[in-house]
């Protein structure tokens, strides 16, 4: 890999992460440990006994999911991961909303989670016999999280890979003790059969286990910071979702054989916050939930670090469209960090946090579920317009992609997204726990986020031209180190004759004709 010129802005570090480093970010941000301990006891009371099928069906639909998604990555060479997928495949007003739906996304999931990670410390803090305030904890936070996005990429590879690796590490251990302990009454797969799955608590429990999955399609956003993008992208994708699908379900198993599949749905009523502590404490020992308690604290710290990161190349990217101040597109010389990003993307997370503190809400029922309720459906919306962008977009390029990957995954990706919404929608008081009022609140902001994205393009159109004609463009050939360019749609004859060498045609783009 060349030097760049002495005098040339310092970029990203190229060449960098390996799939496992990928992986352990996009895994991290879906904090398998408090999804597991925190969540999944909810899943049990509303799902019964056939509950780890929703973790394997959700799994599955982000696995079809996928198929069209990483197609489509081997095309797309642009930094702005979602957004430039959306753009490039339904048009460019429709990716400059869901670049603001992107940015609503990460930080409603980031954000809030700073109210988990004040209750979760507060929580461990009392288990072992101490009073420990929520606000000083989370505002902590705020800063070690800021640091870790202000170092360079590997350092926070490097992190994330040994928080993973704890946390992952109790629920095996956990899974472990119930395995060779032979669970309450003897192991049995009795309550994955259809019955059971088949219930009224079903749809409920997929929309638990839809959410358990966020933040797994941020591989794309590594992009530049990849060694072998076009081979590395598709093998974390998968590797996450495929990880965290068989995982998720087998650890729910495990925990109802702990109490036994006629008691375990009663346990999770009584205690639903103490279900895995009382595993554990059972099968294991006192101290492995002395330790859990410790373990689901860092859980939420790289969980924040592995979205910090990626909202920081978000902004980095749309900073760099021109959509974003330039300023928000520095790079730190030495870490080779989108620092002023990181920089700016913490001061808002103090000021929601402050502004919660201020007004008197829970940490936990308000900050957190209030803030990550829009930020999930966000990010399940922009899911949802890259399934329906890849069979637009490959109708435009030439290509060897099969009808498999272009057409019939990524459809049945769309209609099983569409669905999963539906599902989140329909039951969203069960993760906000507010009033009608509040829910329809916080439905809405997606929608009225997405219609502003559709204003602002109008108005970059009319009075920004050359920043909305290069809106997602693909980047100069070369700057992705050894990766080959991405083919063109202006050698075939089949592409519209206004379609640009930086940016082809899109169906719904004023130069896309059909």
């Known amino acids: 890999m060349s030097a760049p010129a002495p005098d040339a802005p310092p970029g990203l570090r190229t060449g960098t992460l390996t799939t496992a480093d990928i992986s ?34 959700a799994g599955l639909t982000l696995t079809v999911f996928a198929v069209g998604f990483t197609a489509m990555s081997r095309h797309v ?62 505002l902590a936070g705020l800063l070690l999280i800021w640091y870790g996005g202000h170092r360079s990429i590997d ?27 032979g669970g309450a009454h003897g192991l049995s797969l009795g309550g994955l059969a259809p019955a059971h799955v088949l219930t009224g608590g079903t749809a409920a429990v997929l929309a638990f286990a839809f959410a358990a999955f966020t933040g797994f399609e941020s591989t794309v956003i590594y992009r530049r910071e990849a060694r072998d993008p076009a081979r590395t992208i598709p093998r974390a994708t998968y590797l996450a979702v495929a990880f965290l699908g068989l995982f998720y379900a087998f650890v729910v198993w495990t925990v109802i054989q702990a109490f036994g599949e006629d008691e375990v749905v009663r346990a999770a009523a009584d205690d639903p916050g103490g279900l895995f502590f009382a595993a554990i404490t059972t099968y294991v020992g006192s101290w492995a939930a002395d330790l859990m308690h410790v373990l689901i604290v860092t859980s939420v710290l790289a969980s924040l670090l ?65 803030v990550n309720t829009p930020g999930m459906l966000g990010l399940m919306v922009l899911q949802l317009l890259a399934a329906l962008s890849v069979p637009f977009f490959f109708r435009r390029i030439p290509h060897d992609e099969g009808v498999l990957r272009t057409v019939v995954a990524p ?64 980047p100069s050939t070369g700057t992705e180190g050894a990766e080959p ?28 004709t059909d």
Not at 105 to 133: C, F, K, Q, R, W
Not at 312 to 336: C, D, F, Q, W
Not at 485 to 512: E, I, K, Q, V, W
């Open 24 to 57: 352990f970010f996009v895994v991290s941000a879906a904090a398998p440990l408090t999804v597991m301990a925190g969540v999944a006891p909810v899943a049990i009371l509303l799902g019964g006994v056939g509950a780890p099928v929703g973790y394997l069906l």
């Open 77 to 138: 060479r642009s930094a702005g991961a979602f957004y430039a997928y959306i753009a490039r495949g339904l048009g460019t007003p429709i990716g400059i909303a869901a670049a603001l739906v992107a940015m609503l996304g990460y930080n409603g999931m980031e954000i809030g989670v700073y109210g988990l990670l004040g209750s979760a410390t507060s929580d461990t803090a009392a288990a072992l016999g101490h009073d420990v305030p929520w606000l000083p904890v989370s």
């Open 155 to 181: 350092f926070g590879a490097k992190v994330l890979g040994v928080l993973l690796v704890a946390e992952t590490g109790i629920l095996v251990l956990l899974a472990g003790g119930v395995l060779l302990d």
């Open 306 to 370: 592995a979205f910090h990161n990626a909202i920081n190349r978000y902004t980095l990217s749309l900073a760099e469209e021109g959509v974003l101040p330039k300023a928000l597109g520095r790079i730190h010389p030495r870490h080779r960090s989108p620092y002023v990003a990181g920089a700016a993307q913490t001061a808002l997370g103090a000021l929601v946090v402050l502004a919660f503190a201020l007004a008197g809400a829970d940490p936990y029922q308000q900050l957190l579920l209030w």
């Open 411 to 474: 459809v049945t990706a769309f209609v099983l997204l569409a669905g999963a919404i539906a599902l989140v929608a329909g039951h969203v008081g069960l993760f906000t726990g507010a009033s009608p009022a509040v829910n329809t609140v916080l439905l809405s902001v997606t929608p009225a986020v997405f219609l502003l994205g559709l204003l602002l393009a109008h108005r970059l159109r009319r009075t920004r031209p050359e920043v909305y004609a290069r809106f997602a463009a693909e």
């Open 485 to 512: 360019p991405c083919p063109h749609p202006t050698s075939s004859s089949s592409t519209p004759a206004s379609a640009t060498p930086d940016r082809p045609a899109t169906p719904l783009s004023p130069s896309a």
